[in-house]
């Protein structure tokens, strides 16, 4: 139980921000929602002060995988996404937050599922960091080319946006971890718990905002979130198996095309204004990725399905 106390404090979160949402909406004339982007630059921050050189020489190394990962990361879910607003029959804003959040880059629980799943932690690390730094110039354009009839999508608004909430903070965090290493040593140990409860901060607020839209389409837009993440998890696992990668390395892209930054994906509704709808499937994504990678990388974990190969 102990390894999914935090899944189940999120779901416990999101109950309860449901169905008392008054005391999650605002705090003495404080719109909560607002404090999103900030929450999500100190995680950003984090990200960048944990990030080392090798990240990037790693990108050298391996240029086949991480080349893989990253097309498949952008090309599978925001498509998925798209096919599933086709499906269901969703109002034009809650059906482009299935886009936005296909969009988005993969998060931090991918590398702890993949931990978990005894896949390629160095690639998984890698691919996270390769798919938030560029997330700021593609997610964008596939926001517009995708779900540009369903909301009126600023691109390049959006773009500073994500450098704002994204690039800046990471490259401030890798800075300081470089040249100031001593008290960066003193800050990341804290850092980690801030990003936990930072999640569940925007994941609660985020659900208490739009509690009246999901009492409308909640059940609906559930099923399409769990088949936008599972399908994530297939499509990427065997699209990585045409590539002909190992076992390894297909769970661990499998992971990374599965699990998005429902965090990133929910700051990006803040700015646009539109977070208790456009906002909606990533507060849902967030903890039910949770729960289904959890799921999976344990028994990915056990491996024995594995051999010698498929693990060097």
Sequence with gaps: MKNYFYTILVIVMVIIAYNFPQYFISVGGLELTSLIGPVLQIIMFGMGASITLNDFTNVIKTPKLILIGVC????????????????????????????????????????????????NIALSVTLTVCATLLAPFITPY?????????????????????????????????????????????????????????????????????????????????????????????????????FRLKKKDARTIALEVGMQNGGLASALAVEMGKVATVGLASAIFGPLMNVTGSLLASWWGKGKDLTDEDMA
């Design 72 to 119: 498949l990361q952008f090309m599978i879910m925001p498509l998925w996404g798209f096919g599933l607003t086709q499906i269901f029959s969703f109002p034009p804003a809650i059906a482009a937050g299935m886009i936005l959040i296909g969009s988005s880059p993969s998060g931090l629980a991918s590398n702890v599922m993949a931990l978990l799943a005894k896949a």
């Design 142 to 242: 596939l926001m517009q080319w995708l779900g540009g009839e369903l909301i009126e999508v600023d691109t390049l608004g959006m773009m500073w946006s994500m450098c704002k909430i994204v690039l800046i903070p990471v490259a401030l965090g890798f800075a300081l971890n470089k040249f100031l290493p001593n008290l960066m040593d003193k800050v990341k140990k804290i850092l980690p718990l801030f990003s936990m409860a930072g999640i569940i901060y925007v994941i609660t607020t985020v659900t208490a905002k739009g509690q009246a839209s999901l009492s409308e389409v909640g059940a609906l837009l559930f099923v399409a979130v769990l088949l936008h993440n599972v399908g994530g998890y297939f499509f990427g696992y065997g699209a990585a198996k045409l």
